[in-house]
């Protein structure tokens, strides 16, 4: 059973920088994704960050060029760094990832004031 663990939310002012971190307890390069979704109140969860098992990346269009998701595979643990942040980067976000079967994070609040 993996289990994720998410942390690096908060409050920052619009324009300021956070770093999301999920700690996974199985061996990450495993996984054929990792990801970062999030959910704003009243909306539906959307994907922010992938990154697959070869490397690759992709991203949701609105966060392209302020987020950026890497991993530590000694560490097993995947970042989400997010800079240049806007009020509308409010949500709780979600660690997930994909083996033979999918695990999500009980997630973290990233509160952006303007």
């Known amino acids: 059973q993996v289990q994720l663990v998410e942390s690096g939310g908060g409050l920052v002012q619009a324009g300021g920088s956070l770093r999301l971190s999920c700690a996974a307890s199985g061996n990450i390069f495993s996984f054929n994704r990792m990801a970062w979704y999030r959910q704003a109140p009243g909306k539906q969860r959307e994907l922010v960050a992938v990154i697959f098992r070869g490397g690759t990346t992709d991203y949701l269009s609105s966060v392209k060029g302020r987020f950026t998701i890497s991993r530590d595979n000694a560490k097993s643990t995947v970042y989400l760094q997010m800079n240049s942040l806007k009020p509308e980067d409010t949500a709780v976000y979600y660690c997930?990832?994909?083996?033979?079967?999918?695990?999500w994070g009980q997630g973290t609040q990233v509160t952006v004031s303007s």
């Open positions: 997930f990832s994909q083996a033979a079967n999918i695990y």
